[in-house]
C-alpha cells in the first residue's frame, strides 16, 4: 500500500506566498512522474504541475512563472512554491504520484487526500 500526504495549505491574502508538500510512503520500489492538480468548486480537476524523476517540469500556463514544482527522491516528497498567488487559485490541491511496486512492475497512480487553499482577503 502506497499513502500520500499533502500538507502546507490554508488561507493566505492575495499576492501571497505558499508551501505544498506531499511525501508518499509504503511499498514504493521507485517513483516516475509526481504532480500536483487543483480542483475548485464547480469545477473539474486540472493539471497544475508536474515533475519527472529527473526533473523535467511541467506547467499549466496561468501557473508560469508564480508557481515552482520541485522533488526530493530520496525522500520521495514533491513540493510546490507557490506566490503571487490569486483568489482564482482557491481550490483544493491534491498530490499524484506514478508509483512502481516492484522492479517488473507497471506505474499505479496514486493521489493525495487533498489540501485546501484559500486565497482572500
Known amino acids: 500500500q502506497v499513502q500520500l500526504v499533502e500538507s502546507g495549505g490554508g488561507l493566505v491574502q492575495p499576492g501571497g506566498s505558499l508551501r505544498l508538500s506531499c511525501a508518499a510512503s509504503g511499498s514504493i520500489f521507485s517513483i516516475n512522474d509526481m504532480g500536483w492538480y487543483r480542483q475548485a468548486p464547480g469545477k473539474q480537476r486540472e493539471l497544475v504541475a508536474a515533475i519527472t524523476s529527473r526533473g523535467s517540469t511541467n506547467y499549466a500556463d496561468s501557473m508560469k512563472g508564480r508557481f515552482t514544482i520541485s522533488r526530493d527522491n530520496a525522500k520521495n516528497t514533491v513540493y510546490l512554491q507557490m506566490s503571487s498567488l490569486k483568489p482564482e487559485d482557491t481550490a483544493v490541491y491534491y498530490c499524484?504520484?506514478?508509483?512502481?511496486?516492484?522492479?517488473?512492475?507497471?506505474?499505479?497512480?496514486?493521489w493525495g487526500q487533498g489540501t485546501q487553499v484559500t486565497v482572500s482577503s
Open positions: 499524484n504520484a506514478e508509483v512502481e511496486l516492484g522492479p517488473l512492475s507497471p506505474d499505479y497512480d496514486y
